[in-house]
């Protein structure tokens, strides 16, 4: 079989329920990461606020400091002057600091409550679906590494008898377990196409006994 490393059934009706389970796991995840999206977004205003306020308090303190350097040439009273103004540009730098402060806390905050709003719920529906896909692809892989030799069509055969139901391995041999220990090769190769149709792979590639 050429599907080997492709991670999906060859039967109809699995092949429809996995890719059913993809657009519910894309569609689930997408949803929250919009959600994930929108509270990051509602946090970074506060953000831009900080940096809004920083850039604003920046500019009065420079705009003070111009003040008090001006004031300085004043004769008489430019000393007195300019030190409230210099005092009130280094209370408007310690608002900016605030501001700014403000920004990052609230930059890095956005980021954290996004994960936390979003993560959780991705994960629990993603992690279930990945292992089940990991669990199918590797027993797809051994099945149709079986499949093609005459030894692991034996085996495919075997397992079939433990596994499957008496009425579906009735319906390939009325004693299956006979047929199988005598080396009927159409029994065998029925038991094992049955084993694989139960893995979700289509069995119309099984290779012929010689």
Not at 89 to 118: F, H
Not at 150 to 168: S, T
């Amino acid at each position: 079989m050429r599907s080997r490393w492709i991670p999906y059934a060859t039967t109809p009706v699995r092949l429809l329920w996995q890719l059913v389970s993809d657009i519910v796991v894309i569609a689930w995840t997408a949803a929250w990461v919009w959600v994930g999206t929108a509270v990051h977004s509602a946090v970074s205003t506060i953000a831009e606020f900080g940096y809004q306020l920083e850039g604003g308090a920046n500019g009065v303190a420079g705009n003070l400091d111009n003040a008090g350097n001006s004031a300085d040439g004043v004769p008489l009273i430019g000393g007195a002057l300019a030190g409230p103004l210099r005092g009130a540009g280094d209370a408007a730098r310690e608002i900016a600091g605030a501001g700014q402060s403000l920004g990052v806390t609230a930059g890095w905050l956005a980021w954290l409550l996004a994960l936390a709003v979003a993560a959780p719920p991705i994960l629990a529906l993603m992690m279930p679906w990945l292992f089940l896909r990991v669990r199918f692809f590797r027993r797809k892989w051994t099945a149709v590494t079986l499949s093609s030799t005459w030894a692991g069509e034996q085996l495919l055969a075997l397992r079939a008898l433990a596994n499957r139901p008496l009425p579906k391995l009735a319906a390939i041999n009325p004693d299956p377990v006979g047929a199988w220990r005598e080396q009927d090769p159409v029994a065998i190769r029925g038991l094992a196409a049955l084993e694989l149709r139960a893995s979700g792979i289509r069995a119309a590639n099984l290779k012929r006994a010689k």
